[in-house]
């Protein structure tokens, strides 16, 4: 992310890869990134309130 950033600071990252808890997220932001990218993790998911409640739980 900081590489991204110095060479251009207007790109947004965004973490897309593997995103499946808020401890996921957490580390995502925390490493700099902007937002994150949500896949298989939530469409296949038996309660996605549940997953996304979770997916937010970390943030603060």
Excluded: Q
């Excluded at 992310?1 to 965004?14: D, E, H, M, W, Y």
């Amino acid at each position: 992310v900081a590489v991204v950033k110095a060479t251009n600071a207007s790109v947004r990252v965004l973490c897309g890869a593997g995103v499946k808890n808020g401890e996921d997220v957490a580390t995502a932001i925390s490493l700099g990134a902007e937002g994150v990218l949500l896949a298989s993790g939530v469409t296949k998911a038996t309660d996605v309130a549940l997953v996304l409640a979770d997916l937010v739980s970390k943030l603060h």
